[in-house]
């Protein structure tokens, strides 16, 4: 979930203290050995060290941020698909019509259970009876154990909007126009998927960390001589940057992780159902809001 931006200079510290105070005390190790033992590192392999790293935190931090970011477009794609679903819905099955009003409300209440169930997917959470509460009793178990319960959703409205073509209540063209919109919806998902089963490689993850927790160690050696007293403060403070970028990448890189720093699933999914409900004249619960500590009301 997101945070709000003015969630304070204290949780910033809360997140960074322990690496905050493991640095402070070996930069202050190295300090004092330099003045019982005093010793010289050569300045110039250090800097093209730390320019590596640099360049390497950089790169990851990116394609962890390309990541979350392609993430946060496919559920954009994922409220829009759903508005049309239910716009299709109120068009084309409308409320006056005693055979198509029951239709409407069903393919209606199976999306919200749809975004629902794939939120937990997506979070490796159990998916519950409440999570399905929009489905048919009938249809709640079955669905439960397909593999993939958010499919299993997607493939029942499928075969309504099948079935209704069957019956009459709407023609050809326009069970076209509505398998285009599920597409789309079935194509967000499967990219969803893709991302959350195929990790950055191990490589991205294990040597970023190990050359910049190296480079952290090694830095008061390469500052000690032109900063005396002062190398515990500015060698900690240059390490904790190396550092902070390091937690920005290892915080991104599964956008669907459920985190503080993860996409807000619960408040799009709320969005989307705030929005269908809506459309159906129904009393909608109200949107999900952020706090600054991280949790959801």
Wanted: proline share 8%; glycine share 8%.
């Amino acid at each position: 979930m997101i945070v709000p931006t003015h969630s304070g200079f204290q949780k910033i510290i809360d997140e960074i203290k322990r690496p905050l105070a493991l640095l402070f005390v070996w930069d202050v190790i190295v300090t004092v050995a330099y003045y019982y033992l005093p010793f010289s590192a050569p300045s110039l392999p250090l800097t093209l060290f730390g320019s590596a790293v640099a360049l390497i935190l950089g790169f990851r931090s990116t394609s962890a941020y390309n990541r979350w970011w392609e993430g946060r477009g496919m559920w954009g794609l994922m409220i829009n698909a759903n508005r049309n679903v239910a716009r299709w819905a109120a068009n084309f099955l409308p409320a006056g019509d005693s055979r198509s009003q029951p239709l409407r409300r069903a393919i209606v209440l199976r999306q919200i259970a749809y975004v629902n169930a794939l939120r937990h997917q997506l979070r490796r959470l159990p998916i519950t009876p409440e999570t399905l509460r929009g489905l048919p009793e009938g249809e709640i178990a079955p669905a439960s154990a397909r593999a993939n319960t958010a499919n299993a959703i997607l493939d029942g409205t499928g075969a309504l909007v099948s079935q209704a073509r069957t019956d009459g209540m709407i023609d050809t063209i326009q069970q076209a126009q509505i398998e285009s919109v599920l597409i789309d919806i079935a194509n967000a998902q499967g990219g969803m998927e893709r991302l959350k089963n195929t990790p950055l490689p191990a490589q991205f993850r294990v040597f970023p960390m190990v050359f910049t927790h190296l480079f952290c160690i090694l830095l008061p050696f390469g500052l000690v001589e032109a900063l005396g007293p002062a190398t515990p403060l500015g060698s900690t403070v240059a390490g904790v940057m190396f550092l902070a970028v390091l937690a920005i990448g290892e915080d991104l890189v599964d956008p669907f992780s459920n985190t503080i720093h993860d996409l807000p699933l619960d408040a799009m999914c709320r969005t989307i159902e705030i929005d269908l409900l809506q459309g159906l004249g129904d009393e909608a619960p109200p949107p999900v809001l952020p706090t600054a500590s991280g949790v959801l009301r």
